[in-house]
């Protein structure tokens, strides 16, 4: 069964599948160099030349044939292992590298489309850009920090790159969640590269009980304002982040089946989005005045 990888630097895509193990057959440890195998490339030359050395010439005939038969069989899972080290992603089925979690329904003609399109290629619909889910666990590029004024210098840095704060062991603070440690990796680049900040990649999750709520720092010294809180049934927690955004009304923070949005200017701006929600959407919340920690 083929599969593919994408290089996430460059978007460049390669297969590995039938057509890898006839090349390896016809072009032998050319093949290898081509595909930068250079530790099976020299043990391809070694045994061959080995080989050839000891039995004279006509063992060439015999041992290359052989050795480029053992590699046709395990070629497959030395390339898959070589593009997995060096960070690229499996992707699924679909032309051009696209893969089938980056499409979705035109919700007008009902057609498939990109996720990022914000025209249908079919009806010639304007349409929405579909958003990213919201994560909760996930990589991180993680900040030390020695002090509460060196994290909050952390968090304003972090956040001027437009990339997503979440809190971590201690006064550590990070860019993430991301789904994958390749986007985290990018995120570690643009901090370095930007406000100079160095970082380590981690995994921060949700269960071991090392990591704080996202209410615990997300809220600290970052503002000040109203703030409206909608705690839940877990089970109903996609439907109500799907309302906030098709309200466009911000997330501040995600705890477990409580969800922060705002801040808010005034009293009556936060009321106003509690009525709405409860009218209109039986989302039960309650409203919130956060001072600005000192």
């Known amino acids: ?14 297969s590995v599948g039938g ?45 290359s044939p052989m050795v480029s038969l053992g590699y046709a069989i395990g070629i497959n899972g030395i ?17 051009a590298g696209v893969q089938t979690s980056d499409l979705r329904d035109c919700p007008l003609c009902a ?12 009806c010639g619909a304007e349409i ?10 996930g990589w991180v590029a993680s900040t030390a920090c020695r002090d509460e004024e060196e994290q909050r ?15 971590m062991i201690g006064l550590a603070v990070g860019a993430g969640p991301f789904e994958t440690k390749e986007e985290a990796e990018r995120a570690l680049i643009t901090m370095r590269d930007g406000p100079r900040l160095f970082s380590e990649i981690v995994y921060r999750d949700s269960v071991s009980g090392k990591y704080p709520p996202f209410t615990e720092q997300a809220l600290k010294s970052a503002f000040q304002g109203w703030t409206v809180r909608i705690t839940d049934h877990p089970g ?6 799907g ?20 801040p808010f200017e005034s009293e009556q701006s936060a009321k106003t989005v509690s009525v709405k929600l409860y009218d209109n959407h039986e989302i039960h919340c309650r409203m919130y005045w956060v001072p600005r920690h000192t």
């Open 1 to 14: 069964m083929k599969r593919e990888f994408r290089n996430p630097a460059n978007g460049n895509t390669e």
């Open 19 to 63: 057509m890898s193990c006839l090349a390896v057959i016809v072009f032998g440890a050319f093949y290898l160099a081509y595909k930068e195998l250079w530790g099976h490339f020299f043990i391809w030359l070694l045994l061959v030349g080995g080989f050839s050395f000891l039995t004279g010439g006509p063992g060439l005939l015999i041992v």
């Open 79 to 95: 390339l898959t292992n070589s593009y997995l080290r060096k960070g690229w992603i499996e992707v699924s089925g679909g032309s």
């Open 111 to 122: 057609e498939t489309i990109r996720k990022a399109a914000v025209k249908c290629k079919h």
């Open 128 to 137: 929405e850009p579909a958003r990213a889910p919201k994560l909760k666990n």
């Open 153 to 167: 210098r952390t968090i304003e840095a972090i956040a001027s790159t437009r990339l997503p704060v979440v809190p």
């Open 236 to 241: 109903d927690l996609s439907r109500i982040e």
């Open 243 to 262: 309302v906030l955004e098709d309200l466009a009304i911000p997330v501040l923070a995600v705890d477990g089946n409580t969800i922060i949005t705002g």
